[in-house]
Structures are given as C-alpha cells and as structure tokens.
C-alpha cells in the first residue's frame, strides 16, 4: 500500500468529527510507531538493563 493510500485509509476510519489537528497528530504518532519498530528490526536500541545502569548512576 503506498504512503498515499495509507492515509486515506487512516482518514476513512477516522471519525466525522475529526479535526485536522486530530489527522496530523494520528499521523505523527503512526510516523513515529513505524520508526520504532524499523529500528528494534535493525537492532538499533538500549537495553533495559543498560538503561537501570545509567539511571541507577545519575540518580545516585
């Protein structure tokens, strides 16, 4: 499905009162799901337990 229809699909099922600030932030966060999950494919991510070590240490 291209980027086009994708959006007209995320507009469709949206409801009849739906802002424009509701569209763009429905897209925003789609944007954002996408980039995430593409980088946890690419193994582009920090560890839980790193994340504990470097916060034990600047709360500390």
């Known amino acids: 499905m291209s980027a086009k ?6 507009i469709k099922d949206l409801p ?4 424009l600030d509701d569209i763009m932030q ?4 789609r944007k954002k799901i996408e980039k995430g999950i ?3 494919d690419a ?3 920090v560890s839980h337990e790193v994340v504990k070590e ?3 240490k600047w709360l500390n």
């Open 5 to 10: 229809e994708e959006v007209i699909k995320l």
């Open 16 to 19: 009849e009162n739906v802002t």
């Open 26 to 29: 429905e897209l925003y966060v």
């Open 38 to 40: 593409k980088e946890l």
């Open 43 to 45: 193994e582009k991510f």
């Open 54 to 56: 470097k916060l034990g």
